[in-house]
């Protein structure tokens, strides 16, 4: 009975109080106000917003046409708010042949989060794309105060307006992929405020190239693509959960091992351990390496089934990461 009437008397606030209060909540726990009540929902009433776009415009780098209506979307995600907006896109163009929706979630204040999910069931688009991120704005004038952002199921109809996005959150500090069908690789070149990379549910990626000078964590699940990791040299956590085994790209010890050693100078790492398992079977003697892990402090091996192969590859693991505090052995069915 207390616990409805706090709840009904925080429902009756006026709704520049419910938005101040939302503005204070990092922004997924945000939008889950709008379950509360009627009076909370209100607060989450998506902005809509059309645009009409010819069959090269959103997708073409050279197109006026595309330039401008992605500076038009960037423009509308840049504005100040002092509380969290909602907005819902409608895309129209002759690729799609319906419109094609999507939509954005940003935080208010200072927290600098900005959500966009690309996904409608029954619209996926499957056609391949390559995914860049540089730093440098190519089409768009605005900066964006973001300092997270979160895209799920970019496709290649939107691939160009969110590498623009990119380009314009000249801030931003941590960077989300997820359930991305299509990409076949990401090349990102961060500034220096880049500190966070998390790629979950790209099934069809093949490469990722990433040079980010002051990223500290690194996050991957899925498929071994081929990663080159270049300039990170504040690494500090990484994870590696290759759940889904090798990918589409041909891969030698070489390959393998170039990524290990740019991973030498982690503290916590988190890696499946068939990988390891796959190198020790091919004969890298592991003590022979010209790289140790000599900061590493916690390791977590990811095993399906700790045979007497997993253990020896496990224990040759362990001599080259002398300094080693925490081990932790996690068995997946």
């Known amino acids: 009975m207390e616990e409805e009437r706090i709840e009904t008397t925080m429902s009756n606030l006026p709704p520049e109080i419910l938005r101040q209060i939302v503005?204070?909540?990092?922004l997924k726990e945000a939008v889950r106000t709008s379950t509360l009540s009627t009076s909370w929902k209100t607060l989450w009433t998506p902005f809509q917003v059309e645009f009409d776009s010819g069959p090269n415009?959103?997708?073409?780098?050279?197109?006026d046409e595309a330039s401008k209506k992605i500076n038009q979307i960037v423009g509308l995600l840049s504005r100040s708010s002092s509380s969290p907006e909602l907005w819902r896109f409608s895309l129209q163009t002759e690729k799609t042949q319906k419109p094609l929706f999507f939509s954005a979630a940003k935080g208010g204040g200072g927290g600098g989060e900005l959500h966009l999910d690309f996904f409608e069931k029954g619209k996926e688009i499957q056609s391949n794309f390559n995914l860049v991120f540089y730093p440098t704005p190519r089409i768009s004038d605005f900066c964006l105060s973001i300092k997270t952002l979160h895209l799920v199921s970019v496709n290649k109809i939107t691939h160009n307006l969110v590498s623009t996005l990119f380009?314009?959150?000249?801030?931003?500090?941590?960077?989300k992929l997820e359930k991305c069908s299509g990409i076949q690789s990401i090349d990102i070149k961060a500034s220096d405020s880049l500190n966070s990379f998390e790629v979950v549910g790209c099934e069809e990626v093949e490469s990722i190239a990433i040079s980010a000078p002051n990223l500290k964590s690194l996050w991957y699940r899925g498929a071994l693509p081929l990663i080159q990791i270049n300039g990170c040299l504040n690494l500090v956590d990484?994870?590696?959960?290759?759940r889904e085994g090798l990918g589409r790209s041909e891969f030698d010890c070489e390959n393998v091992l170039n990524?290990?050693?740019?991973?030498?100078?982690?503290e916590i790492l988190k890696i499946s351990g068939w990988l390891l398992e796959w190198l020790y079977a091919a004969g890298v003697i592991f003590g022979r390496l010209q790289f140790r892990f000599n900061k590493l402090k916690e390791l977590s091996w990811f095993v399906a089934l700790m045979d007497q192969t997993e253990r020896?590859?496990?224990?040759?693991?362990?001599?080259?990461?002398p300094h080693l505090e925490k081990l932790f052995i996690m068995v997946r069915e």
């Open 259 to 266: 990524l290990l050693s740019s991973l030498k100078d982690v």
């Open 238 to 242: 990484v994870v590696l959960d290759l």
């Open 23 to 26: 503005s204070l909540i990092p």
């Open 57 to 63: 415009q959103i997708t073409s780098d050279a197109d």
């Open 167 to 175: 380009s314009s959150c000249r801030f931003l500090e941590r960077l």
């Open 312 to 321: 020896d590859s496990l224990a040759c693991f362990l001599h080259i990461s």
